[in-house]
């Protein structure tokens, strides 16, 4: 069995003549939180891009399940249990909660998505209440909890979750790191990509910290807390 569930080596993206990933390397283990951290700008949603097939690799290697995925057409990637859910959320605002949350199953057979729809709705049990309810009318902490389940419905291996926090009221924000612990508990792997350096910290075993394409800390999470290039650079400390 390969030691990492992901392992990205040496990986080189970008946009036309704009050169963003230099290189990046970055592994998480089965049953691992991995926190990626960085500014805007650092290439964090380039590498997940790049990672999720929707944006191909110009050198390196992108290894998922013990499989080379390089290359591999997004739908590919989903089915082989490599679910990334976007910045931004990118829901479908006219469609119901309940449909929002059917589009992330459509590779699984029917009976199969009855039995995952509950068991998403058991972990968001506010969204039961409102699958008739059209997900523009929503508050982004709900928009939120549509588009993680959304990414849950695929039964995922792991799931790369794009600045979640992004948007969220404070409490909102507790509450979704309270989730990513939850899910983490019940084994699910999980890259976290994110700016909120303390939150992610706290629930994640291992983190890399981004600059300009490239990693430029990583380590166990707790030791990186106390790291005085991360306090400078995230903290003002």
């Known amino acids: 069995m390969a ?4 392992e990205v080596a040496g990986l080189h993206a970008g946009y036309g003549a704009f050169q963003v ?3 990046m390397q970055l592994a998480v283990a089965p049953g691992e939180v991995v926190a990626l951290l960085g500014a805007n700008g650092a290439g964090k949603t380039t590498l997940n891009r790049t990672v999720s097939g929707l944006l191909r690799a110009r050198a390196g290697r992108v290894a998922f399940a013990g499989q080379d995925v390089t290359g591999w057409d997004p739908a ?3 089915r082989a249990g490599l679910i990334h859910v976007p910045e931004g959320r990118k829901i479908f605002p006219n469609l119901t909660v309940r449909d929002n949350l059917l589009l992330g199953a459509y590779l699984r057979g029917r009976a199969d998505r009855a039995d995952t729809l509950d068991s998403v709705l058991q972990t968001f049990p506010r969204l039961r209440e409102r699958l008739g309810q059209t997900v523009g009318s929503m508050s982004g902490g709900e928009q939120q909890m549509v588009a993680i389940g959304r990414g849950l419905m695929s039964r995922p291996k792991l799931l790369i979750l794009d600045e979640p926090s992004l948007g969220l009221s404070p409490l909102l924000v507790e509450e979704l790191f309270a989730l990513i612990g939850r899910l983490h ?3 699910l792997s999980i890259l976290l990509v994110e700016q909120n350096v303390l939150q992610s910290l706290a629930v994640a075993g291992r983190a890399y ?4 394409g490239r990693v430029a800390l990583e380590g166990e999470a707790a030791a990186l807390l106390s790291d005085s290039r991360l306090k400078a650079a995230y903290l003002g400390m």
């Not at 030691?3 to 992901?6: A, D, I, N, P, V």
């Open 185 to 187: 508990a019940g084994g």
């Open 209 to 212: 910290v981004m600059e300009h």
């Open 76 to 78: 590919a990637i989903v």
């Open 3 to 6: 030691e990492f569930l992901l």
């Open 21 to 23: 990933l230099h290189g």
